[in-house]
């Protein structure tokens, strides 16, 4: 089972199934910092074999004879490799092959956050009962050590919370949008051309590959097991030009937060469009790069930041697994599988509707005397109170936009306002905005 002692040993030998984007970026890593690994590491890591349907495609990547295969079975179950990366992606054949190798006693190392969010517990639960260790830094901030980061560097700490923008694609969205006032389609498609988005951009834009990303991060952080289906996400779709220039003008730039927060033995989980004041570091952070906070009660703020996509950041993460993984293999120690669920401090997942922000509404709402009134005196009633409010146009008598900010609300009391807003005559139905608040009241 990969344990064979150092003596016995003068290579880690690593197969690769998916020769894709970050395939790619893998092997030539491999291949081209080669000598720089073997220095670092004492030993080398050998690519004996990467496994793809299309292997007729060049790469640029010198590869020696016979290491490109079209039979995944060459990497899963050859005896002679010790460590397996998978970078097929998805849920599909990309499950069924880990969890193979697994079974043959191979190390893994992944990038799927998809597959450990949603099936997690059955992957880590094989590694642990096959004695195999399994390494995802990969899955979260491409090239950020943020599972490393959390996992080992920040060990010592009670983590308070975790925020970021981890989604690359949906962040450059968001920037061209701010600064070219582009519609959110025309952006999409520039994303996709560009070769950001994953090949389901709905993932990316629709906030799932965030909320993944979130799982693993929370389930790190505050030692919960992986929750994905309890997190909330909505994406960026909804987003117009209108409302980001609205935020700009109240002093806020709009982003895609993914957002882990412990309070009161409770861990809230949320991805969700954020305005955030401008100057904030993290309102900084724009294009394609993804930036996490991590809040420990003993560090306080810590931020790492860098390329969350791309061949060669993420290849980086993937070899660096590699790395940690090979020194197990060559001095003999146990493997490690690198996500436990906390017996000292398990927190529950706090409802969406118990949690507390600031909220900006956006409504359509005739010009007409009475109606901000009747607004506010709903939002009254639910105990939401305005910290300002915007009117622009002077239209009398038809629908102009009525920009609200409030003051820290709680979530169900929002929605039960907006329900009844949304009833009103006055306002146009299907044409509103919400955007949660972060910053100080
Ligand atoms: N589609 C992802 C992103 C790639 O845009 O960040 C990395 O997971």
Redesign the pocket.
């Known amino acids: 089972m990969g344990m064979a002692k150092k003596a016995d040993k003068k290579a880690v030998n690593i197969g690769i199934l998916g020769f894709g984007t970050v395939g790619s970026g893998t092997a030539r890593i491999l291949v081209e910092n080669s000598e720089l690994i073997k220095e670092r590491l004492g030993f080398p890591l050998t690519l004996k074999k990467i496994a793809d349907l299309d292997i007729r495609k060049d790469r640029g990547i010198k590869l020696g004879k016979d290491v490109l295969t079209t039979d995944a079975r060459q990497v899963t179950d050859a005896p002679d490799i010790d460590i397996v990366v998978e970078l097929i992606g998805g849920l599909g054949i990309a499950k069924e092959l880990l969890l193979r190798a697994i079974k043959n006693g191979k190390h893994v190392v992944t990038?799927n956050?998809a597959l450990l969010a949603e099936h997690g517990q059955e992957i880590f639960g094989a590694a642990k009962k096959y004695g195999v260790s399994l390494g995802f830094e990969a899955s979260v901030g491409?090239g950020i050590p943020i599972i490393k980061a959390l996992g080992e560097g920040l060990i010592a700490n009670r983590i308070n919370y975790v925020y970021g923008i981890?989604?690359?694609?949906?962040?450059?969205i968001l920037t061209k949008m701010t600064n070219e006032g582009m519609e959110f389609s025309t952006v999409l498609k520039e994303a996709q051309e560009l070769g950001?988005?994953?090949a389901d951009p709905t993932?990316?834009v629709g906030g799932a590959?965030s909320a993944h990303?979130l799982t693993i991060l929370a389930s790190l952080a505050f030692g919960i097991p992986l929750s994905y289906e309890e997190v909330y996400t909505e994406g960026i779709t909804g987003i117009t030009p209108l409302d980001i220039a609205f935020a700009s003008e109240l002093g806020f730039k709009i982003k895609l937060l993914a957002i882990a927060k412990a309070e009161g033995g409770k861990v809230e989980l949320r991805v969700h469009p954020t305005m955030l004041p401008k100057d904030y570091l993290i309102s900084q952070v724009d294009g394609?790069m993804?930036a996490i906070y991590v809040n420990g009660r003993e560090t306080g703020d810590t931020l790492y930041y860098g390329r969350?996509?791309g061949d060669m950041p993420?290849g980086s993460a993937v070899v660096s697994d590699m790395a940690d993984i090979a020194r197990l293999v060559m001095s003999g120690a146990p493997a490690k599988s690198g996500l436990s669920v906390s017996k000292s401090s398990r927190m529950g997942i706090r409802p969406m509707d118990e949690v507390e922000s600031m909220y900006y509404f956006r409504f359509y709402a005739l010009d007409q005397p009475g109606v901000l009134s009747k607004i506010s005196g709903v939002l009254g009633e639910n105990n939401i109170s305005i910290a300002s409010v915007i009117q622009k146009g002077r239209k009398e008598g038809e629908a102009v936009p009525l920009v609200i900010l409030t003051h820290k609300a709680v979530e169900k009391n929002v929605r039960r306002a907006l329900k009844k807003i949304n009833s009103m005559r006055a306002v146009a139905t299907g044409k509103n905005c919400l955007i949660r608040v972060e910053g100080q009241e």
Do not use: C, R
């Open positions: 990038a956050k491409g981890v989604n690359g694609t949906s962040n450059y950001y988005a994953e993932l990316d590959d990303k394609v993804n969350g996509a993420t």
